[in-house]
Every structure is written in structure tokens, then in C-alpha cells.
């Protein structure tokens, strides 16, 4: 097992749901810490950044509009395996295919309106927690 930083946005639909402390709860019941966290409203330029793997998809418009809708709560978990962890409580994509008891079979109402985003791989969370955390912002214990 290793330990692994993975970077975690609670997206509009669940922040306008009120259900960050439950999303938390789930972090914290698989051992996953939070070791940075800012709530913030993202700029179309931000969501389009963050996003700029998907640019060519024929999703990525809706993706973009969806993201800056509403205020997102963005945090920097630490864990053993935290990728994966977060991943496997995160569900699938679509809420339609997510296992139960998942935050995705539990809070989101679509693929669009999915509640939760997590790194996929080593490389791209270290990529994603460097976009939004300056060092300084990482508080790991
Ligand atoms: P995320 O990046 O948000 O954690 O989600 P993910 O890895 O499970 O899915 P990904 O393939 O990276 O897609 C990013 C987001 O784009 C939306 N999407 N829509 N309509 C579609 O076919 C479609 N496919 C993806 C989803 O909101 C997904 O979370
Ligand atoms: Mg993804």
C-alpha cells in the first residue's frame, strides 16, 4: 500500500444538495484525510483548464457550463491508495451504474449532474492538486 495524495471536487449539485459534510464523512470513515480545502466559484477559464483533457469530447461544453453553475468545494485528500479509495467511493460516471452506496448512486442525479470528481492516476492528481494548492495551502499530517 502506498500512501497517495488524490484531489477530490464536490461539484454544484451536491454543494446546492447541502450534503458536503456527508461526502466528508464518507472521506474520513475510508481513512482518507483532508489535507487542503477551498470553497470557491470557478471561472469558465478555470473549469476549462481543469477540463482541457476533454476539450475535443462532444460533452466537454456541457461539462464546463455544469462546473461553473454554482460554487464547488475543492479538497486535496491524503490516504493509503487514496486514488483508488476515493474512486471506488466515488462510484461510476453514471449514477445509473454506480454501486449502491456510492456518493454517485446517492447524491447525483445524472451523468452530468454527477456530485463528485477524483483523480484518476498518480500523474494527473498531482497535476490536478498543483492546479488549485499552492504548496503552502498543503497541510499534510
Ligand atoms: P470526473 O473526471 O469528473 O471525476 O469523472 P470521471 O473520471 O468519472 O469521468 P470522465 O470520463 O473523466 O468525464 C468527466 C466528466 O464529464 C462528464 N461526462 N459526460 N455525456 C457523457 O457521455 C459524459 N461522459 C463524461 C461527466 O460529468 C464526468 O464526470
Ligand atoms: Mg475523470
Redesign the pocket.
Known amino acids: 500500500m502506498a500512501l497517495e495524495r488524490t484531489l477530490s471536487?464536490i461539484?454544484p449539485d451536491a454543494v446546492a444538495k447541502n450534503v458536503i459534510g456527508q461526502i466528508y464523512t464518507r472521506f474520513e470513515n475510508a481513512g482518507l484525510q483532508v489535507i487542503a480545502a477551498k470553497m470557491k466559484q470557478l471561472t469558465r477559464e478555470e473549469a476549462e483548464g481543469f477540463?482541457a483533457?476533454?476539450k475535443e469530447?462532444?460533452?466537454f461544453n456541457?461539462?464546463v457550463e455544469?462546473m461553473i453553475s454554482g460554487p464547488v468545494m475543492i479538497q486535496a485528500l491524503e490516504g493509503e491508495n487514496a486514488i483508488a479509495t476515493n474512486?471506488d467511493l466515488?462510484g461510476?460516471?453514471?449514477p445509473k451504474d454506480a454501486a449502491a452506496g456510492t456518493i454517485r448512486a446517492d447524491f447525483a442525479d445524472s451523468?452530468?449532474?454527477?456530485a463528485?470528481?477524483?483523480?484518476?492516476a498518480a500523474e494527473t492528481a498531482k497535476v490536478e492538486i498543483a492546479y488549485f494548492f499552492s504548496d503552502a495551502e498543503i497541510c499534510s499530517r
Open positions: 471536487i461539484k477540463y483533457v476533454h469530447r462532444p460533452f456541457a461539462l455544469f474512486r466515488m461510476a460516471t453514471n451523468i452530468d449532474a454527477n463528485v470528481h477524483g483523480s484518476d
